[in-house]
């Protein structure tokens, strides 16, 4: 990373955050402020809560997909690849069909009942995969998908007994979305993200030497139970809240590690902070998208990151494949 | 001479089987030591446990007298180097950041490499001849290139002592006997021990001043290579018979299978 580098990446950053409020279904421009008290409730209230959500969202979620490929050794792994979302997805289906009307701390029945379920999905793996001598990768990669198979088939389920309107509320929050008002969701995730971001960072080294695998991890001195179980915990518990308040937003946890390791290298003291930022950023712009694209309607932003992360990942499958060909 | 490794009874076993059965051993200063057996014998298994891979519930090993199950991570990383027999690297890391991680465990967080730290590096690099290819990717270099920048890897932990699985298997006749010169100038100059579980007996014979032949998790013989490598044992271990001579040119013994 030379200096060019991280100045064009703070430019891009402070580009996004202080520019994307003000697009949207309607465009306010930033004299509209001074002058007018609902478009200054707009920006303040909607819009720029809105997208550093949306940053702190795509943030961490790039972040945990980048850490959470070097925990498993499989470049393919994306923050959902452990089934805490659907664990997460669950709670939040239940919640949407039982009907609670629950309020704890202002945060809704689908918020509470969805971390509940990413809480319970992270113990249940943690007891599946520990062993003596840590969590063997592959046993949590099987772990994972095994849970997720098991919770989308009691979704499904769920759908079956709902009626049109839940089924269609299901659907919605399934696809993810980052609509919210006030600042209490970006206030809530801020904090967690900030320190995950930071514990993770300052390990960023040994997470090198971790993707390297166990035997090599621990002759180079990394404490590989210690460190795997933060990492795991860590990533885990961020997550659970991220899919809590946004759903289940796909791709960006894959592509983004991706993306950043192709253009600067698989080291993590820059892949961590440069992907967790790029991935921030990508979100945001794929929410002004959502918002603007059939305004005054808006589309959930998790068909955006797909509809640009699916021939993305097409086209690294196929230069997967064609190297393994060579 | 020093003490390095005591090992006092140690047993072992993976599920019920024993893989380790009432070792007992000590290494010393500046020792070369060959691991011989077949396969199955516990080489591996035993080596894993020498550099805390692989661990058992009672104190069994002590690195210089401490148990070696207590030892914080990052200090037994500064005394002990360990080459497993596979190294699988997920991401494409050049060949410098490979280098780097032996120098984690001289580190604190996330600090910035010293000055020390960069020069162990240059040294490390001079001596195993890798110097020319620094930044290119590892998953990119040859057999013998991978395994030299493994070893430097090893080497810039400043370890007492470096445990190789099978470190010359995958590789050409003049790289298994580079290597194998290189751990030497080591152990002859700065004093390290190595250990090295192998097959080619015939290159321990050359290098080694101690040899080990272990049968079914047992140790069966201990000492030079001329008190090891004799014609009934071998036989009986190995199940083939055997010729063995003394090499004119190094004067150490080499044994040929035949059938």
Request: aromatic share 10%; net charge neutral.
């Amino acid at each position: 990373m030379n200096r060019i580098k991280v100045i064009s990446l703070i430019f891009l950053v402070m580009l996004t955050l202080i520019f994307s409020p003000f697009i949207g279904g309607t465009w306010i421009s930033p004299d509209d402020i001074f002058t007018s008290d609902i478009s200054q409730q707009i920006i303040m209230d909607l819009r720029t809560p809105r997208v550093i959500f949306a940053f702190l969202v795509g943030f961490s979620l790039a972040l945990i997909g980048a850490v959470f490929q070097a925990l498993l050794r499989n470049d393919l792994a994306t923050p959902y690849t452990l089934g805490i979302s659907s664990g997460g997805s669950l709670g939040a289906v239940l919640a949407i069909k039982s009907g609670f009307l629950l309020h704890w701390f202002g945060f809704s029945a689908v918020v509470i009942f969805s971390v509940t379920g990413s809480l319970a999905t992270i113990l249940i793996i943690y007891l599946i995969a520990r062993s003596r001598y840590g969590m063997a990768p592959l046993t949590l990669v099987l772990t994972g998908v095994t849970i997720s198979l098991l919770f989308s088939s009691m979704i499904l389920f769920i759908h079956y007994l709902a009626d049109f309107t839940e089924t269609y509320r299901m659907i919605r929050w399934l696809m993810g979305g980052l609509q919210i008002t006030g600042w209490q969701y970006p206030l809530t995730l801020l904090p967690v993200a900030v320190v995950t971001f930071l514990y993770l960072y300052r390990h960023a080294h040994a997470i090198n030497i971790l993707s390297t695998g166990h035997e090599m991890a621990m002759s180079k001195g990394v404490d590989v139970l210690r460190l795997q179980k933060r990492i795991f915990f860590g990533g885990s518990i961020l997550v659970g809240v991220v899919v809590a308040f946004a759903g289940p937003i796909g791709f960006i946890g894959l592509i983004i590690p991706h993306l950043i390791r192709l253009l600067i290298g698989p080291d993590h003291r820059i892949l961590l902070p440069v992907g967790a930022i790029v991935g921030g950023v990508f979100l945001v712009w794929c929410d002004t998208l959502a918002r603007t694209m059939i305004a005054p309607a808006e589309l959930p932003v998790g068909i955006i990151t797909a509809m640009i992360g699916g021939p993305f990942f097409m086209w690294l499958l196929l230069r997967h494949s064609q190297k393994s060909a060579v | 001479m020093p003490e390095i490794l005591n090992i006092d009874r140690l047993n072992f076993a993976y599920q019920h089987d024993p893989v380790l059965e009432d070792i007992s051993l000590t290494l010393g200063e500046s020792e070369f030591v060959g691991i011989i057996g077949p396969n199955g014998a516990g080489k591996s298994t035993l080596l894993k446990h020498m550099a805390g891979v692989l661990t058992c519930r009672e104190d069994r090993l002590f690195i210089e007298n401490k148990p070696l199950n207590r030892i914080p991570r990052r200090r037994l990383a500064r005394a002990v180097a360990y080459l497993p027999q596979e190294v699988e690297f997920v991401f494409s890391f050049s060949v410098d950041e490979v280098l780097r991680m032996g120098r984690y465990p001289h580190t604190h967080g996330i600090r910035i490499y010293s000055q020390r730290d960069e020069d162990v590096i240059d040294n490390v690099s001079r001596m195993l001849d890798i110097e020319a290819f620094r930044l290119r990717n590892y998953s990119d270099l040859s057999g013998g290139e991978k395994q030299r920048v493994l070893i430097a890897s090893a080497l810039a932990q400043e370890p007492k002592l470096i445990l190789l699985d099978e470190p010359t298997s995958a590789l050409d006749l003049h790289h298994q006997l580079g290597i194998y010169q290189i751990l030497r100038s080591q152990q002859q100059s700065n004093g390290l021990t190595v250990v090295v579980v192998t097959h080619d007996i015939n290159l321990a014979a050359q290098f080694c001043t101690r040899m080990i032949l272990m049968d079914h998790g047992k140790i069966l013989r201990d000492g030079p290579p001329d008190q090891v490598l004799q014609f009934q044992t071998l036989q009986d271990v190995f199940g083939v018979k055997v010729y063995i001579d003394i090499n004119p040119m190094t004067e150490s013994l080499y044994i040929l299978p035949y059938g």
